[in-house]
């Protein structure tokens, strides 16, 4: 019964976790076991940027949930991606111990540069890992709940939203600039030496946390995917496409919403915290409102209102930029640029959509008028047949 | 105080042998002009094209008498060679006859006599005239004996300070009192007068401190209040220990009052700054709705349409802002138009559509800028009427950019509010945005309007780059350094409403720079946005919200 509601009635979703587990089973062998002469090698920078781009997919996922679905369009879930990065680092900054530069055996290199006498506060207690995860989910929870609570409950939708959501991650950013807060300020945090004990740049703990971020991500869709079944998301649909109507059927819509957006943080913040180990650094750069408004093009790019197309545009968009940064790093911003317009004029349903018109025109040769029809509809009802 | 001894002791010594010096070199002129008059039918006095030849191609003698023959000139640009070569600021090459330039503070160097720029094959040849210190110390004493007697109220009183911070002696108490007794500018008279009480701070008559204390009172110069403190603790004398002290406190009080208008002008001068950026969105977003993230380009758009006209008219750098004005106004409004005819215009009612499409295009135009004229900053020149700073008194000084900012900002704040109010374009502009079905049926061109409107916010946007691109960096980045300030202006202004718009970047600039000096830039901004934040959550139409049927959606 939950898996028919999960899974079978989701093709385009099964697809898609069909590939990322049968990714998730074979890249570790690829890489493990194969000899790296042989043509099935998978390198290990390839696991990198797999991996990077697995926790990618998770923070679209975020997105997708509360903009596909709930319509709220937040310009700020990069300040969650990044406080769950945050906290991932100062555990992995006091797991360096003694073996920085200055060898100090409680504080950080930088501290120990601005002539810090003792460890702040805030940094205590990140030296147990649990704790360090219990924060990655509490600390954003939290500023989402707070943020979340006072915006919501003030009615602030749409654009205004969208707009005190960038400047919430924008004014995030310029605190974490400044070297007193205590994060290392510019560079931010780095120069991890190991994770659980296993040395961070090890080849199997690099496998091991594409794993994770592999497993999480399909536990965060089937959650998402659980969200959206129930009860609860058929009401936040209905918020998304008729709010005050919600309300006065007697919806408590702030209510809906709040939930839905902690939810999503504490998702961005677990992509956040599973990315900074693979990638080897945190820096205040995370909070830039452009990373930002990067992940809502995933969304569009993928499809906005399918969690499983969140992926897809996480995964095309990502491995786009990794190839057209290489190719050419002027060209990048110009196709990124061009794809924020194409997208919103042209594929209101991104790439799933752009697959479904296509898929049906073969099928059934539908007149253009029914077929334009049948778009919008989807798009009302959030794409999950 | 052994050290402040030895210093004055040194001083005066070091003085009274410059003051030697310049009797004898004074008197061997005056011989040599004897002679010259006597052969005036043979050879004429040196003309001051010559004796300026002399200055920098002589040795230190032959400098030292033309320093002097300069001095006897009627010449008004005599001050200006006395001035570079006192600063270090005089250049020379070896041709015959020197080619003579002056570097400015601004780093420019023109030639001396035309005041007309140089080409780089001559800058690279020309080397500093120098001098050595006894010269330096002639020429500071000729200069304030020549710039107190000048004809402009700005330069005496410069002089007079200068003098003040350099510390008064025998040879300047004359020259002060001279002038004290035929000088007419209270300014002037003022300075002279603290100049004098410090002087007579030293008297060893406790009658002539004390009178002298009071004088001191209101001066805000930074002697006068080192000399009462020093005075407030070593006086021998009670009375003027206590008089010391009150004068102190009195100065203090004076000096917060003073700081606290500098803060006042630099939080509206920000303020004007954020003005410029944000009424171009007043119109766009607030009057129209669209949200446009391609503002802080048009913004970079104008910055650069600047320094294209000085590019395009070297000669013409003094008048190179009035020209980018209207430029500026043309290109970032046509670049307006063509965003909204090319994508706006099809996504209008989907505002967040709208937003990242916008976006996208400023990804494009901030590539484009840095393809085109490579991601470095651009220097863009400063007229002279421009720059400068705007002394009102020792501690209260403005710069006349900022100065002129403040005033634009509201300028152009005025116009854009006729063109809303007076014109029929700003009517149609009100009606469109109130009802658009109904100002079709009346028979405004709908499309046309919008465009137009698009076109205006956009070339308002291009006039904030001209006026930015005096106090920032001009690079691709310049854009997005205003978009969040812009559309926090507009948001806590209340969208839709021109006046709320002035009112919050007036107010947002205040209580940045009210901020700043217990937080920091850094942190005065963050809480600037923590408590927009805050503020939208209590009135999310911001402090002036549009009323009725215009507030319906």
Redesign the interface.
């Known amino acids: 019964m939950l898996m028919q509601r999960l899974l079978l009635s989701d093709r385009g979703g099964m697809v898609v976790l069909g590939i990322i587990a049968v990714a998730t089973l074979l890249i570790p062998i690829l890489n493990l076991a194969v000899p790296p002469d042989s043509p099935f090698y998978v390198s290990n920078y390839m696991v990198a940027l797999l991996g990077k781009f697995l926790c990618f997919a998770l923070l679209a996922l975020s997105v997708d949930l509360i903009w596909g679905y709930a319509g709220i369009?937040s310009l700020g879930h990069g300040a969650f991606f990044a406080l769950g990065g945050y906290a991932m680092g100062m555990h992995l900054m006091r797991q360096i111990g003694d073996r920085g530069v200055y060898g100090h055996p409680e504080l950080m290199d930088f501290m120990v540069v601005m002539n810090w006498e003792s460890l702040p506060w805030y940094w205590q207690g990140f030296d147990m890992f649990w704790f360090a995860m219990l924060m990655v989910l509490l600390v954003p929870g939290l500023l989402a709940l707070v943020?979340g609570f006072?915006?919501f409950?003030?009615?602030?939708t749409?654009?205004?939203f969208?707009?005190?959501t960038?400047?919430?991650t924008?004014?995030l950013m310029?605190?974490f600039?400044?070297n007193e807060m205590g994060f290392g300020g510019n560079n931010g945090l780095n120069d991890f030496k190991e994770i659980l004990g296993f040395s961070i740049s090890a080849k199997g703990t690099r496998v091991g946390l594409f794993v994770t971020s592999a497993v999480m991500l399909i536990l965060a869709y089937m959650a998402c995917r659980y969200i959206v079944t129930s009860r609860m998301g058929r009401v936040i649909l209905s918020i998304r496409d008729a709010e005050s109507r919600t309300r006065f059927s007697g919806y408590k819509v702030e209510s809906y919403k709040l939930w839905l957006f902690v939810f999503s943080s504490m998702l961005a913040a677990i992509a956040g915290a599973l990315y900074v180990p693979q990638v080897g650094i945190i820096n205040p750069g995370e909070f830039s409102?452009l990373n930002s408004?990067e992940m809502?093009?995933w969304v569009?790019a993928g499809g906005r209102g399918t969690l499983f197309g969140a992926i897809v545009g996480a995964f095309s968009v990502n491995y786009a930029k990794t190839f057209f940064t290489s190719w050419s790093p002027?060209a990048w911003?110009?196709i990124?640029?061009?794809?924020?317009?194409l997208?919103?004029?042209l594929l209101?349903n991104g790439l799933v959509g752009l697959f479904n018109r296509f898929r049906r025109k073969l099928k059934h040769e539908l007149p253009e008028e029914e077929e334009k029809a049948d778009d919008e509809s989807e798009l009302k009802s959030g794409g999950n047949q | 105080m052994t050290d402040n001894c030895h210093h004055t002791l040194w001083r005066s010594l070091s003085r009274f042998c410059l003051f030697f010096v310049f009797a004898i070199t004074c008197s061997a002129t005056l011989h040599a002009q004897d002679e010259a008059a006597v052969n005036a039918e043979v050879t004429e006095a040196p003309t001051f094209e010559e004796l300026v030849y002399q200055l920098v191609q002589g040795n230190l003698r032959q400098m030292g008498e033309a320093v002097d023959a300069l001095t006897e000139l009627d010449n008004p640009r005599v001050v200006d060679v006395f001035d570079a070569l006192g600063s270090g600021d005089l250049y020379a090459d070896r041709s015959e006859p020197p080619t003579i330039a002056i570097r400015h503070n601004n780093g420019s160097t023109t030639e001396f006599f035309t005041g007309a720029p140089l080409l780089d094959e001559t800058v690279a040849e020309l080397r500093q005239v120098r001098i050595n210190n006894r010269l330096r110390s002639q020429l500071r004493t000729l200069m304030a004996q020549l710039s107190i007697n000048d004809e402009s109220v700005d330069v005496r009183y410069n002089a007079v300070r200068r003098m003040i911070r350099d510390g008064v002696d025998e040879d300047t108490i004359t020259l002060l009192q001279d002038r004290q007794r035929i000088e007419s500018a209270a300014r002037v008279n003022g300075a002279i007068a603290t100049a004098l009480a410090l002087y007579e701070l030293r008297s060893d008559q406790p009658t002539r401190r004390l009178e002298a204390i009071s004088i001191l009172r209101g001066s805000l110069e930074r002697e006068a209040r080192n000399t009462l403190r020093q005075l407030s603790e070593n006086d021998p004398d009670e009375e003027v220990r206590t008089a010391a002290e009150n004068a102190l406190n009195s100065i203090a009080g004076k000096m917060r009052f003073f700081r606290f208008i500098e803060t006042v002008f630099f939080g509206l001068s920000l303020g004007s700054v954020l003005l410029l950026a944000g009424i171009g969105l007043a119109i766009t977003f607030g009057v129209m709705g669209v949200i446009n993230m391609a503002h802080g380009e048009l913004i970079m758009i104008g910055a650069y349409t600047t320094w294209m006209v000085q590019q395009l008219f070297p000669d013409l750098i003094q008048w190179s802002l009035l020209i980018a004005i209207p430029a500026a106004f043309v290109v970032s409004g046509l670049v307006g138009i063509a965003i909204e005819r090319g994508v706006i215009r099809f996504l209008y009612g989907r505002p967040l559509e709208t937003l990242l499409a916008t976006f996208g295009i400023s990804l494009i135009l901030q590539q484009a800028v840095r393809t085109l004229f490579t991601p470095l900053n651009r220097s863009v020149s400063s007229p002279d009427w421009i720059s400068g700073v705007l002394t009102i008194n020792p501690v209260l000084s403005i710069t006349y950019t900022r100065l002129y900012i403040l005033i634009f900002g509201l300028l152009v704040f005025a116009a854009l509010m006729l063109v809303m109010k007076r014109t029929s374009l700003g009517l149609k502009v009100r009606a469109v945005s109130q009802n658009r079905a109904m100002a079709r049926a009346v028979g405004v061109r709908s499309s046309w309007v919008d465009a137009l409107t698009f076109g205006l916010g956009s070339g308002v946007a291009g006039i904030a780059g001209v006026a930015l691109s005096q106090i920032t960096n001009v690079g691709p980045n310049l854009g997005q350094a205003y978009i969040i300030d812009s559309f926090m202006v507009v948001v806590f202004g209340g969208v839709g409403n021109l006046w709320g718009t002035l009112v919050s970047a007036m107010s947002l600039g205040l209580i940045n720079n009210f901020l700043e000096p217990y937080a920091g830039a850094m942190l005065a901004k963050v809480m600037v946005l923590i408590m927009l934040i805050l503020f939208i959550q209590k009135r999310p139409k911001g402090l002036f919200p549009q009323k009725g049927r215009a507030a319906a959606d």
Do not use: M, N
């Not at chain 1, 409950?153 to 602030?156: A, D, I, L, P, T």
């Open positions: 369009l943020f006072l915006a409950r003030s009615r602030v749409g654009v205004y969208a707009i005190i960038q400047a919430l924008y004014a310029l605190a600039f400044r409102p408004i809502v093009i569009a002027e911003l110009f990124l640029g061009g794809l924020f317009v997208v919103t004029l209101p």
